[in-house]
């Protein structure tokens, strides 16, 4: 059976009145105590708001990550926004990654920054992130520093990449991960970056987190309809418009 950097989360009670215990997810977690892991890619996928970038970054945090985004050696802070929800998890560990990372499309910007200021930056690839589009220094990121063997947990990486470059990056996403057994944990809207073969998709909404299957989950059913039918949207989306 294949072991995991981390196969599952478990979660043990809030304190008494804590702002997340409002959050379906994170209550689901609570109740539930433990959510599963254990695949080579696991996305968390829902609407702003329902908690997949909160767990992901407190997961992050668990895991020995910078909460802004980095690797586990960097430790800058522009703004202290973190919540506590590390400090009620505990990590099932199977094994223990030689690499990883933590990327925030959100705060990347901070990141790069970092690189350039603890002089780090010819492990990115050639040429300063900061001088680089948003989408190119992603896939630096990507393509240079990830090694393999790592944990690598990914917060909406698809904000900086057009259709063909999020196609690249699940090029990458699979070499890193069939080949260089790495794990991912990744937080999206993306119906490209969700059609990874075998991954594990939870859907996080006002009932919980639920396992749905691809041609199931609301990017795809949502993108394929609109891409199908797109006058049928824009009649109605039009419509409330006019009606405000």
Not at 17 to 32: H, K, M, V
Not at 142 to 159: C, H, I, K, S, T
């Amino acid at each position: 059976m294949k072991r995991y950097f981390v196969s599952a989360v478990n979660m043990r009670p809030l304190e008494a009145r804590s702002y997340l215990s409002g959050i379906p997810a994170i209550r689901y977690l609570e109740r539930e105590g433990t959510l599963a892991l254990d695949h080579d890619v696991t996305f968390f996928i829902g609407e702003n708001g329902t908690g997949k970038s909160t767990l992901l970054e407190a997961l992050a945090v668990a895991a020995g990550f910078n909460a802004e985004g980095g690797s586990r050696g960097f430790r800058f802070a522009t703004r202290n926004s973190t919540s506590d929800l590390h400090d009620s998890l505990t990590l099932v560990r199977e094994k223990h990654p030689r690499d990883g990372y933590f990327l925030r499309a959100e705060s990347f910007y901070n990141v790069a920054t970092q690189v350039e200021q603890l002089d780090v930056g010819a492990y990115y690839g050639p040429g300063s992130l900061h001088e680089q589009s948003h989408g190119e220094s992603f896939l630096a990121l990507v393509q240079n520093r990830f090694y393999g063997r790592g944990l690598y947990l990914l917060d909406e990486p698809e904000a900086a990449l057009s259709p063909l470059r999020q196609m690249t990056l699940l090029a990458e996403i699979h070499r890193l991960a069939a080949e260089e057994e790495s794990q991912f944990i990744i937080a999206t809207h993306s119906p490209i970056l969700l059609a990874y073969p075998g991954a594990q998709i939870y859907q996080f909404s006002e009932d919980g987190i639920t396992a749905v299957a691809y041609k199931d989950c609301e990017p795809y059913r949502l993108t394929l309809d609109f891409l199908t039918a797109p006058e049928r949207f824009l009649v109605h989306l039009f419509s409330e418009v006019e009606d405000e």
